[in-house]
Each structure stands twice: as structure tokens, then as C-alpha cells.
């Protein structure tokens, strides 16, 4: 019987990192490469010089383990050292061992590293396998990718399910190395926490054959 708890923040979070969690993500355990070099490919590129704007067409970003793909990208000024690029159509960005895909999507770049990337669409998603097999997946109005703090925040319309339960509310935050979700954390969401667990499925025992009697 699956069962439902509302209004729970506090108590969402701490189930859910004992319970939708309990496959233990291997995203945890794969750490980004910061100081890797970043890496650009695109079919073509126009530079507005009058407005010093770059224009880059089905284009892929990549650092490490992080890539960034879009039909289309714009950025002002082809360095990494502190700016803002803007992705649309068919955003792919692949994490350690997850990805996300939306519409819409701006990356910053602090430092030459891929630092922050917030994804829009209708909706956002994203996805991660578990270490048991299973698929995490999420979606929201939109997704922050905090690389740095190693989280991921899901915002508007939440959703979360690790392919057994599921997690509903307007702000979802996983800790990725704490391997911990925070539902509602600031208690701040006047929709609560809604939380779905449905029991594993038991497998039917196979009653035992009575022992064969000796032939006389």
C-alpha cells in the first residue's frame, strides 16, 4: 500500500536521504576535474565585432567530465576567465554520471572552470543511474547545477522519483557528495512536501517438492 505525507520539509528531507536515496548515486563518487582544459566545437561561428558578440552554431563545451551541447550558443568574447553563455535548442549538459536537458540554458564560467549552469524548459530534467541499477530522474520549471557545492536545486513544479518513490514539491536541493535531498528546506513553499512510497514488489515463493519415497 503506498502512502503519502504532506507539508512534511523537514521530514522529506531526512526520508529521503535514508530512503530515495538508499541506492547510494555513483554521480558522488566521480569528482569534476577543474584544472582540465575547456574545449570548443562548432559547425560554424559568426563574430559580431560592432557588438562584440559570438555566435556558434550546434556547438559542444567540454571540461573533464562536464559538456555542454545546444544547437545554438552565444557568448560576448571567446574567454573563460569570468562570463556568462546562453544555450538554446536541445541542451544536453552531461555531469558526473548524470545529465540534464532543457530548452533553454546559461552557463557561467569563473576562473576558466565551468562553475554554475541553470537550465530552463518545458520542463527541465535530469538524470542519474544509481549504483543498484536504477534511474533517478527529476524535472522542474527549472534546474541550478551548482558544480562548486556540488548541488543540484530543482525549482517550480519539483519532481523526483528514483524509479520506486517519488518526491513532489516547489523546491527540491540534492547535496551531491552528502547524497542527501532537502524538500522545502526553507519551509518557505506554501504547497509543502508530497512524498509516494510504493513497497518493493515481493517475489512469489516456490513451494518445495515433498520428498521422493524410495522405490520397494
Not at 569528482?31 to 555566435?55: G, M
Amino acid at each position: 500500500m503506498a502512502f503519502s505525507i504532506l507539508d512534511a520539509g523537514r521530514r522529506a528531507a531526512l526520508f529521503l536521504g535514508c530512503a530515495l536515496l538508499a541506492g547510494a548515486p555513483s554521480w558522488a563518487a566521480t569528482t569534476h576535474n577543474a584544472q582540465a582544459p575547456i574545449n570548443l566545437e562548432a559547425a560554424s561561428t559568426d563574430f559580431d565585432y560592432r557588438n562584440n558578440t559570438l555566435l556558434f552554431r550546434r556547438v559542444k563545451i567540454s571540461q573533464g567530465t562536464l559538456q555542454v551541447e545546444a544547437q545554438e550558443a552565444s557568448a560576448t568574447g571567446l574567454e573563460f576567465e569570468n562570463s556568462q553563455w546562453s544555450f538554446k535548442g536541445q541542451v544536453r549538459i552531461t555531469v558526473p554520471d548524470g545529465k540534464l536537458a532543457s530548452d533553454l540554458a546559461t552557463v557561467t564560467f569563473r576562473n576558466n572552470e565551468i562553475s554554475r549552469a541553470l537550465v530552463q524548459g518545458g520542463p527541465a530534467t535530469f538524470e542519474q543511474r544509481l549504483e543498484d541499477g536504477r534511474l533517478a530522474q527529476g524535472r522542474a520549471k527549472s534546474i541550478e547545477y551548482d558544480v562548486r557545492a556540488a548541488t543540484v536545486r530543482l525549482l517550480g513544479d519539483a519532481w523526483l522519483s528514483d524509479s520506486r518513490n517519488e518526491i513532489r514539491g516547489n523546491t527540491l536541493v540534492y547535496d551531491i557528495a552528502r547524497q542527501r535531498v532537502a524538500a522545502n528546506p526553507d519551509e518557505t513553499d506554501p504547497g509543502g512536501v508530497r512524498i509516494t512510497i510504493n513497497p518493493q514488489e515481493k517475489k512469489p515463493v516456490t513451494p518445495e517438492a515433498p520428498p521422493q519415497e524410495p522405490a520397494p
